[in-house]
């Protein structure tokens, strides 16, 4: 398996290009997550869905739109990206939104996105 | 989802038990404590969970007090490979921020020959 993966592993934009950040997932997990880590913090979610055909809003949803394109597949796009966006961007899935062993959430590699 | 704190960062000697604290003092009954850590520029990574009762598995120990207020995350024996950022976080089992995981700054872990 190769648990979560991400692509591309690097970008850099300029002001106003939009994309889009790809993750799958081969663990046949229900629920998958995008967060957004900036120099010296923590984590933030920016969204997550908790199944297939949901989506909800985590801490951080604005400038981004996602998609859960089927089980596997969760993409992360940015419309017209800001400086404010450069930051590294991973994925994450879990079997379920639940407790215990269920609810452990795998993290891909990650994505370096850099805006000018 | 009740904040924690933890020490910004601790040095272990190799070989040696690292035990890194954190404080959830406003923990409520349904509330887990999870601990992850991130080694650097990779994904965080799993390595415990609990909900009142000490926990251990191939990695580590999980020592929750029993008014649920604190823990701390025991590696036995730490070795270079454990200096990472190390992040204990404290979630609801239900509700509308089921599957969340709010991360703080963690604690830098630096594990020295």
């Known amino acids: 398996n190769a648990g979560v993966t991400q692509t591309p592993k690097f970008q850099v934009l300029k002001t106003g290009q939009s994309m889009t950040l790809q993750c799958a997932q081969d663990m046949n997990h229900n629920s998958m997550y995008w967060y957004r880590q900036d120099p010296g913090m923590g984590l933030r979610l920016i969204y997550y869905?908790?199944?297939?055909?949901?989506?909800d809003k985590g801490e951080v949803p604005n400038g981004y739109n996602v998609s859960r394109l089927n089980k596997r597949e969760f993409s992360l796009r940015l419309e017209s990206a800001a400086p404010s966006q450069t930051s590294v961007y991973f994925c994450?899935?879990?079997?379920?939104?639940?407790?215990?062993?269920?609810?452990?959430?795998?993290f891909g590699p990650g994505t370096r996105l850099t805006v000018l | 989802d009740a904040k924690t704190t933890q020490p910004p960062s601790m040095d272990c000697a190799e070989g040696r038990a690292a035990n890194l604290p954190c404080n959830h003092s406003t923990i409520s009954g349904n509330e887990y404590v999870y601990w992850y850590r991130q080694i650097h520029s990779q994904g965080p990574q799993y390595i415990i969970h609990g909900l009142k009762n000490n926990e251990t598995n191939e990695m580590a120990s999980l020592i929750i007090t029993e008014d649920r207020k604190s823990s701390t995350l025991i590696l036995p024996h730490a070795t270079l490979r454990d200096t990472a950022v190390y992040y204990c976080?404290?979630?609801?089992?239900?509700?509308?921020?089921?599957?969340?995981?709010?991360f703080g700054r963690g604690t830098q872990l630096t594990v020295w020959p």
């Open positions: 976080i404290v979630r609801a089992g239900r509700g509308s921020t089921l599957g969340r995981l709010y």
């Open positions: 994450a899935s879990s079997r379920n939104p639940g407790t215990g062993t269920t609810d452990t959430q795998y």
């Open positions: 869905s908790a199944s297939e055909g949901t989506t």
